[in-house]
């Protein structure tokens, strides 16, 4: 059975205060791992897919990495509006994604 | 620049009611998904349907049916609701298998 976990389940940070979420999983034969972001009553916005590991994708301050075992997701500098939960999911060759249950960001100004 | 469209936003249900959840997509995505979200717990696959004219069981069946309508609406129905289905529903779509999956914006459901 797939299983992803996410820590921590909440982080909060000063602005400016650079941190990383971390996303284990444990999946046979993974084809994509992906990482949304959630603002509260919305649904979740896409942000990257990684596909093996060693491959980084970066857009704007986030920057995901993935190895064989876990990603992560990396928030340079980060600011009050990259206030959001963050889900990961795990795909692995079918149409049916495991989800993570989150970790829930706050960044003080 | 549409997306991903679900209606109703909110709804209010007593037990053994029906109703169905629209959703239509204007990607011209081939693949359509059901997921509830529940405090606590990572979003759970419903149904999906892979293709126009398919659909198929994801992790948590159990309560619903599911119609493909067309390649850009895939409706989710509920015959007998149960406080149990209280929950926030999202529906999603995607070029195909693993391609990336863009999901609506939640239809919050209570079942009382």
């Known amino acids: 059975e797939d299983q992803v976990t996410q820590s921590p389940e909440a982080l909060r940070l000063q602005e400016g205060e650079s941190s990383s979420l971390n996303c284990s999983y444990t999946v046979s034969g993974l084809r994509g791992l992906f990482w949304y972001r959630q603002d509260p009553g919305k649904g979740p916005e896409f942000l990257f897919t990684?596909?093996?590991a060693g491959e980084e994708k970066e857009k704007e301050r986030l920057k995901a990495t993935l190895t064989k075992k876990e990603s992560f997701l990396h928030i340079t500098a980060p600011k009050p509006e990259d206030s959001a939960t963050y889900l990961c999911?795990?795909?692995?060759?079918?149409?049916?994604?495991?989800f993570g249950k989150g970790t829930k960001l706050s960044v003080i100004p | 620049n549409a997306g991903v469209t679900q209606t109703p936003k909110f709804q209010v249900l007593k037990t053994g009611q029906s109703m169905t959840l629209q959703c239509a997509q204007d990607m011209n995505h081939n693949s359509m998904y059901w997921y509830r979200q529940d405090p606590g717990m990572g979003l759970r696959l419903i149904y999906y349907s892979a293709s126009e004219g398919t659909t198929d069981k994801g992790e948590v069946p159990n309560g619903y049916n599911v119609s493909r309508l067309n390649k850009r609406e895939f409706s989710l129905r509920l015959e007998s609701a149960a406080p149990s289905q209280t929950s926030v529903y999202f529906c999603?779509?995607?070029?195909?298998?693993?391609?990336?999956?863009?999901f609506g914006e939640g239809s919050w459901l209570t079942v009382v």
């Open positions: 990684l596909y093996s």
């Open positions: 999603a779509s995607s070029d195909g298998q693993l391609n990336t999956i863009y």
């Open positions: 999911a795990v795909g692995a060759g079918s149409y049916q994604l495991t």
